[in-house]
């Protein structure tokens, strides 16, 4: 999966509290049936980390250096939508000639879909889908590939009903609550363009972390000493996503040239629009950590982690879970002190040269 090779897609749960010692036996309750009981209907469960198939769940086979590692299985049924097409067409030509007709109705259409859909469906062979799921038991903390809401909500569920409770998603809310034990729900709208409203631009504080990021990149040198971890450095590329409430486009996508540069990302923030996406490279000294980076969900797209040593499998496996916690850890320290200059005597003054950063910003025809 894609855990154990290339780039790597993920959102982040807190857990509020440590599984329960039988988890593994728990998992192995709720595995997913045996894929030649697949009809037409779906089956879902758990199955292994090792693949989609492998429904035997027991400590040698979930366990992976030293990380619990399962996915949620889905198997259906599907017809392609060409084949339907195809034979529905080749049904309806059969029709319209037997009974010596020039068309037919909307009803008979429907009728022959039914008809060939019945037919067809339990020869299809099975297609299966995997969300995947690590645990970090040292961090207390759920990595998974359920980066929509409809795979979070069916992973949420499916791991509620075997533990007992659910993950927490990593928002940035959850953050600053688990890290700072500070609510930011409180926080006044701000406007980052001088020609924009507070009131007339959304609340959001991963809109804010995000576009103060980019101010971070471009107005300061895009360097802090993040506590703990060293120098990092940040920088943001496009595509860019700009998002904001009222009338008007409410949300813009730039991709192609330089869209840093652009006209439309400045004329974007001079509107009051904030950077919903972009692509974000976080580095320390050699090493380098780039991404599709959603402020509001936090959800981390494509992540490229730095080249790391010629390992074994499972070596090799531990040496890249810890170049996504360092990751995590960076990207949440910057998140730390975002918050803090957002809620310090400085921040009107920041907004300031947030102001002169957004009007002055030069741009590429």
Not at 30 to 50: E, K, Q
Not at 231 to 240: F, H, K, Q, T
Not at 292 to 302: A, C, K, L, Y
């Amino acid at each position: 999966m894609s855990f154990e090779s290339g780039s790597v897609s993920f959102r982040m749960l807190y857990l509020p509290r440590e599984l329960p010692p039988d988890a593994i036996e728990r998992f192995a309750r709720h595995a997913a049936p045996p894929i030649d009981t697949l009809g037409t209907d779906i089956i879902s469960g758990w199955v292994t980390g090792r693949h989609l198939l492998d429904r035997n769940i027991t400590d040698d086979t979930a366990r992976y250096a030293g990380f619990l590692r399962l996915a949620l299985m889905q198997a259906e049924r599907k017809i392609p939508e060409a084949l339907l097409r195809a034979e529905c067409r080749m049904e309806e030509l059969a029709y319209i000639q037997s009974h010596n007709l020039e068309r037919i109705s909307q009803t008979v259409r429907r009728e022959i879909r039914e008809q060939i859909s019945e037919r067809l469906l339990p020869t299809m062979p099975p297609t299966l889908r995997g969300i995947a799921l690590l645990h970090d038991h040292v961090a207390r903390l759920l990595y998974t590939s359920a980066l929509n809401d409809k795979q979070l909500d069916a992973l949420q569920i499916a791991f509620s009903q075997v533990i007992g409770f659910g993950g927490v998603p990593v928002l940035p809310e959850t953050a600053s609550l688990q890290r700072r034990n500070r609510s930011i729900r409180d926080w006044d709208p701000i406007a980052f363009s001088p020609e924009a409203e507070p009131e007339s631009v959304i609340n959001d504080p991963g809109l804010d972390f995000l576009t103060w990021l980019w101010f971070i990149a471009e107005a300061r040198g895009g360097m802090l000493k993040l506590k703990g971890l060293g120098d990092w450095a940040v920088m943001i590329e496009g595509p860019l996503t700009f998002i904001m409430e009222g009338s008007g486009a409410h949300e813009m996508v730039v991709r192609r040239g330089e869209p840093r540069l652009s006209a439309e990302a400045k004329a974007s923030l001079l509107a009051g629009k904030k950077l919903r996406r972009a692509k974000l490279t976080l580095a320390c000294g050699e090493e380098s950590w780039t991404c599709t980076f959603d402020g509001p969900s936090f959800v981390i797209r494509g992540l490229k982690l730095p080249e790391g040593e010629k390992l074994d499998a499972i070596s090799k496996f531990q040496e890249r879970m810890q170049f996504i916690d360092r990751f995590k850890e960076a990207l949440l320290s910057f998140f730390d002190r975002f918050c803090a200059e957002r809620e310090s005597k400085e921040w009107s003054a920041t907004v300031a040269d947030i102001h002169t950063w957004v009007t002055t910003r030069k741009t590429r025809k």
